[in-house]
């Protein structure tokens, strides 16, 4: 199964990826402050259940390259830690502009769930990512298909984690960062910077 050291290592990593604002925690929370916490909680499982799909996409796609070719899975494992490092830089500059401080909602429909599974499921980023981040984690010599599946898994239950949380508290939450812009751009900055050494030391450390 997965390497303890390289658990750990995801554990970091999909945490700081799920507490960091993205499309579907500003969705979540826009439908809250649209139609309250019942609304915000309908959304979140609605995004969990998009996640899913890319989760079951990735597992198989991602078990077929591994089986086809061995240099192939290499290739997308060190591309996976750049999009690491990529995604920790995008981090720090968005930290610095002016627009880390402001929320973009999306447009508000009628059912949040199918809006949630929607939002989440056609969202080509959230493919992108779970395709070149779990390889990093995964030891080819045990159950692929498995540990792409748990890692994924564990991934969308962080998020969701996360996009609850935004529901119970949405109100406080939208507060704070509108009256205080520097906390999301410090608490993106960290994150940022933490995803940059995840990936480097992910790219240098090789197998053991």
Do not use: W
């Amino acid at each position: 199964m997965i390497e303890p050291h390289k658990f750990c290592l995801f554990l970091v990593a999909a945490t700081l990826l799920s507490i960091s604002p993205g499309p579907g925690m500003l969705y979540v929370l826009a439908r809250t402050l649209h139609g309250g916490r019942r609304e915000g909680l309908a959304s979140s499982l609605g995004t969990a259940v998009g996640g899913m799909v890319h989760v079951v996409a990735a597992t198989l796609g991602l078990s077929a390259i591994l089986l086809s070719s061995a240099l192939a899975f290499a290739v997308l494992k060190y591309a996976g830690a750049a999009y690491l490092v990529y995604l920790g830089c995008r981090m720090l500059l968005t930290a610095r502009s002016a627009e880390a401080a402001g929320f973009a909602p999306p447009a508000i429909q009628s059912n949040p769930f199918q809006q949630g599974v929607v939002t989440e499921a056609l969202n080509p980023k959230t493919a992108v990512f779970f395709f070149t981040f779990l390889p990093q984690f995964v030891t080819p010599a045990g159950p692929v298909a498995l540990q792409f599946l748990l890692l994924g898994t564990i991934s969308v239950v962080l998020n969701s984690l996360a996009d609850v949380a935004v529901a119970f508290f949405a109100a406080p939450l939208a507060r704070s960062f509108a009256a205080r812009p520097g906390l999301r751009r410090t608490q993106q900055a960290a994150c940022g910077a933490t995803l940059i050494g995840l990936g480097a030391y992910v790219a240098v450390s090789g197998e053991k």
